[in-house]
């Protein structure tokens, strides 16, 4: 307690014993631990920021989760707000285990990144003053989402305007609020485009794992090769991206590719994926911003849904139809 009270500078004690007390920290490098006295002591709020551990073989592991991650941290360390992060993996989630962050009181200010499930994410907020997530979810809480109706409806037009008609839709298998929206969005923005000139076809991958991809693109393939196939997001267009390749399907002379995301590396896929892009600092700083709002007290509406714009992002994965081709085995 004496070493605790001379480092802190809390308390006056003999000039012997300061002077013994900072030798040894000076001779064992010592260095007082702010954020753990933060911890102990709540002498200021702390944000926690929770988001999904991906197993080590994940083949989603990208830069877009970091860049919102990083964006989020910075924006919130510029105002002097110290943050907590912890993960929590998707077998934690689905037993409805509480991080350490929240069971030990440690924090009454969460941000969640992705985080599927509307009933976890309805537990950590009912433990918390304040939550944003990151993503879309069912759960009554504060949102911060890309505009996925605007994003789907340029996708729609964008297709559209180039002449292809016959379009196959790549959707995951499990249920994820942001991309059902995208393709009820694209659809009808579609349809009531072609009308009765238009046929759309659905095919289904995983959006965490390549395990369907092969099973994706013979339901895209068959019965005949469409003009143009769009992805609910670019993990899905990288995948069949790779399985058109090894089909030998050349992209975009015999089929146009698009994602939606713009993750890192639709950049240097070949060809490069023509995607909508989202800005993803925007994202972590927008809910930042909310988390502030939230500690200072702010007013917030439970269910708020906050949309940041996107743009399509024109690559060479997309051209123009050029004339009526064959069917395809």
């Not at 605790?4 to 002077?19: C, D, I, M, N, P």
């Not at 073989?57 to 943050?83: H, W, Y």
């Not at 993996?89 to 200010?109: F, K, R």
């Not at 509307?118 to 939550?131: D, F, I």
Request: glycine content about 6%.
């Amino acid at each position: 307690m004496t070493v605790s009270r001379v480092l802190a500078g809390k308390a006056k004690h003999g000039t012997a014993t300061t002077e013994r007390v900072l030798k040894a920290a000076e001779v064992l490098r010592y260095r007082p631990n702010g954020f753990a006295r933060q911890l102990r002591n709540r002498d200021q709020p702390i944000v926690g920021v929770i988001f999904t551990r991906l197993p080590e073989n994940s083949a989603t592991l990208d830069l877009f989760e970091s860049k919102v991650l990083g964006a989020l941290e910075a924006e919130l360390i510029q105002n002097r707000v110290p943050v907590l992060l912890s993960s929590v993996s998707s077998a934690e989630i689905e037993a409805g285990t509480m991080p350490d962050i929240l069971t030990q009181g440690y924090v009454d200010t969460v941000v969640c990144l992705f985080l599927e499930n509307p009933a976890y994410v309805a537990s950590l907020g009912s433990r918390v003053r304040h939550l944003v997530h990151i993503g879309r979810t069912d759960a009554s809480v504060v949102q911060v989402d890309t505009d996925n109706r605007s994003g789907a409806q340029i996708a729609a037009r964008h297709l559209f305007g180039l002449g292809h008609r016959d379009i196959v839709l790549v959707r995951p298998k499990e249920h994820v609020i942001d991309h059902i929206e995208r393709v009820e969005v694209f659809v009808s923005e579609f349809v009531a485009l072609a009308g009765a000139e238009g046929r759309i076809r659905f095919a289904e991958c995983s959006v965490w794992n390549n395990e369907f991809a092969d099973a994706a693109l013979e339901q895209a393939l068959s019965p005949k090769l469409p003009d143009a196939i769009f992805c609910t997001n670019d993990f899905l267009a990288l995948q069949i991206l790779r399985g058109l390749k090894l089909r030998g399907v050349s992209v975009p002379h015999d089929v146009s590719l698009m994602g939606f995301d713009d993750m890192e590396l639709a950049a240097y896929s070949e060809p490069p994926l023509t995607t909508i892009t989202v800005d993803k600092l925007a994202i972590g700083k927008k809910a930042a911003e909310l988390a502030l709002l939230g500690l200072r007290g702010g007013s917030r509406s439970p269910g708020a849904l906050h949309t940041l714009p996107v743009q399509l992002l024109e690559r060479a994965s997309v051209a123009a139809k050029a004339r009526p081709r064959s069917v395809r085995a």
